[in-house]
């Protein structure tokens, strides 16, 4: 199983979500059957790696990050099993790139927040405190994600 994460320029919350998702699965022994990616939907920051206090926040928390910035492609679609994107302005770029039999593939990262759903906020122009809110947020919504595919698939 294949899944990707998506946000805006791919330096601060699908990066993140991507490497939640990978501590997650790592721990679960599960690393060989199922992978993950992330991508945003603009061209900002191809070739860049985390933002600094992306970095910082996931170590902070006992999560490590290797990533480089890309953006979204129409290969996407078909290699990836489940497509999480991060707020609504994100989801209608993606579903603009998706062809209409790729649709149900995507969905909203905090669909599967145990607390609501929602966005998750771009915390760009935040501080520390936003950052760690999006971490936060993402925790909840990625282990929601992973209960319910370890459900589905009977892993």
Known sequence: ?????VCLGNICRSPLAEALFVHKIASLGLHDRIQADSCGTS????????????LKNALR??????????????TDFDEFDHILVMDKQNLRNTLAVADNRHHSKITLMRSFDPM????????????????Q???????????????????ERKY
């Open 61 to 74: 928390n006992g999560v490590s990050m290797d990533h480089t910035a890309r953006q979204i492609s129409v």
């Open 133 to 151: 809110e999006v971490f936060e947020i993402l925790e909840r919504s990625v282990e929601g994600f992973l209960q319910e595919i370890l459900r």
């Open 1 to 5: 199983m294949r899944v990707l994460f």
């Open 116 to 131: 609501g759903p929602g966005e998750v906020p771009d915390p760009y122009y935040g501080g520390e405190k936003d950052f």
């Open 43 to 54: 061209n900002y920051n191809i070739g860049n790696g985390p933002d600094p206090r992306t």
